[in-house]
C-alpha cells in the first residue's frame, strides 16, 4: 500500500467500477496510486486505465508500473478533453473519482494544507497555480472573504472571522499557518477547535482550488464520456460536494434542477445503483481516521439520456 495516500473505501469502490476485465477506465484523482492499483488488478492484458492528478507530486512518486496505465498531469475538470485525445471517442466503460485531500498534500507541512504546521499559507493541488490561500485572505474584500467561509465551511461566525483577518492584514501580511491562526484566535472555541480550524482551512482550500467549479465540469465531462451501462464511481468528503454528486446523479444538474421534455422524460444521463451512499465500516476508519466522513455513490449511465 502506497504511503502516498491510504485509498479509502478501496474494495467497494473498486467492486462497483469494473464491469469488464477488458474495458477501459479512468482514476480521476490518482493520488498514491492506490485505487489505480486495484483497478488493474481486476483488469486483463486487453484492459487500459486512464489516470489523471494535477499534482506534480502525484506523478513525480507514482507508484505504478503497468503499460496499461496512462497518467496525465490535469486537473479532472478536462475529463472528456483527454479521453477524446486519447482516442476513446465512443467512450469508455467507467470512471472512479475520490475527491478527498491525499495523506501526502496534508501530511506535507510547506504545502500549507494543514493548520498542524508552520507553513506558507498556501493549499494549491497544482503547486503552478497562481493564486493561494495567502493570497486570498489578502486579497479578497470582507463581504468575499465572509462568502467564502459560510458557502464552503459553513461556518456559522463567518462575518466575524472574515472581520479579524483585516483587522490583522491591515498591520502585516497573513502570510502563514500560524498568522491566519493568530488572526482569528479569539472566535476559536477552546473545545472542538479542531474541527472549528478543519473547516476553514476547507473553505480556503476549495476556493483555492475552485474544487467546487472542477467537480461541475467533470461531472458534465464523465457523462459526455462513459458508454451506456458505463459507471461512475465517486467518493466524497463533506455535505457541499457530496450534494452536487447526488443532484448531478438524480437530475443532471449540480442544482438538482429535475427538468423534463414534453413528454415528461427526464435529461439525467445516470440512473442511482445505490439510493443510499456507502459508508467506510468502523474497521477502516479506526485504521484511517480520514475515512470517517466519506461517503459513495455509484451510478450506471443510461442507454437514453432523456429516458
Known amino acids: 500500500m502506497s504511503e502516498y495516500h491510504i485509498p479509502v473505501l478501496l474494495h467497494e469502490s473498486v467492486d462497483a ?18 485505487h489505480s492499483t486495484e483497478i488493474l488488478s481486476r483488469l486483463d492484458s486487453g484492459g487500459r486505465l486512464i489516470a489523471f492528478d494535477q499534482d506534480e507530486d502525484a506523478v513525480r512518486n507514482c507508484p505504478v508500473k503497468d503499460t496499461r496505465l496512462t497518467l496525465i498531469r490535469n486537473n479532472f475538470r478536462f475529463i472528456q478533453n483527454f479521453i ?40 494549491r493541488m497544482n503547486k503552478e497555480a497562481g493564486t493561494s490561500a495567502a493570497d486570498i485572505v489578502n486579497g479578497y474584500t470582507q463581504e468575499n472573504l465572509e462568502k467564502v467561509f459560510r458557502l464552503y465551511g459553513e461556518v456559522e461566525n463567518s462575518r466575524k472571522i472574515a472581520a479579524l483577518i483585516c ?39 476549495i476556493e483555492v482550488n475552485q474544487e467546487m467549479k472542477s467537480l461541475g465540469k467533470f ?45 415528461g422524460r427526464t435529461s439525467a444521463p445516470f440512473r442511482a445503483v445505490n439510493r443510499k451512499p456507502v459508508v467506510p465500516q468502523e474497521s477502516e476508519i479506526s485504521e484511517n481516521t480520514r475515512a470517517r466522513s466519506a461517503k459513495l455513490r455509484i451510478a450506471e449511465r443510461t442507454a437514453d439520456p432523456r429516458r
Request: no cysteine; proline share 4%; net charge neutral.
Open 84 to 123: 477524446i485525445a486519447e482516442g476513446y471517442r465512443d467512450g469508455i466503460d467507467g470512471i472512479l473519482a475520490d475527491l478527498g485531500v491525499s495523506s501526502h498534500q496534508f501530511d506535507t507541512a510547506d504545502r500549507g494544507f494543514s493548520f498542524r504546521f508552520e507553513a506558507p499559507l498556501d493549499m
Open 17 to 34: 467500477l469494473v464491469v469488464d476485465k477488458g474495458g477501459v477506465y479512468a482514476d480521476a484523482t490518482f493520488g498514491g496510486g492506490g
Open 167 to 205: 483587522q490583522w492584514r491591515s498591520r502585516k501580511p497573513v502570510r502563514t499557518t500560524g498568522d491566519l491562526y493568530e488572526a482569528i484566535s479569539p472566535v476559536i472555541p477552546k473545545l472542538a477547535g479542531h474541527k472549528f480550524l478543519a473547516k476553514i482551512y476547507q473553505a480556503l482550500r
Open 219 to 263: 461531472l458534465s465531462g464523465a457523462a459526455a464520456v462513459l458508454k451506456p451501462g458505463g459507471r461512475l464511481v465517486v467518493i466524497t468528503y463533506h455535505s457541499l460536494e457530496d450534494r452536487m454528486v447526488k443532484n448531478f446523479i438524480r437530475t443532471g444538474n449540480i442544482e438538482g434542477k429535475e427538468e423534463k421534455d414534453i413528454y
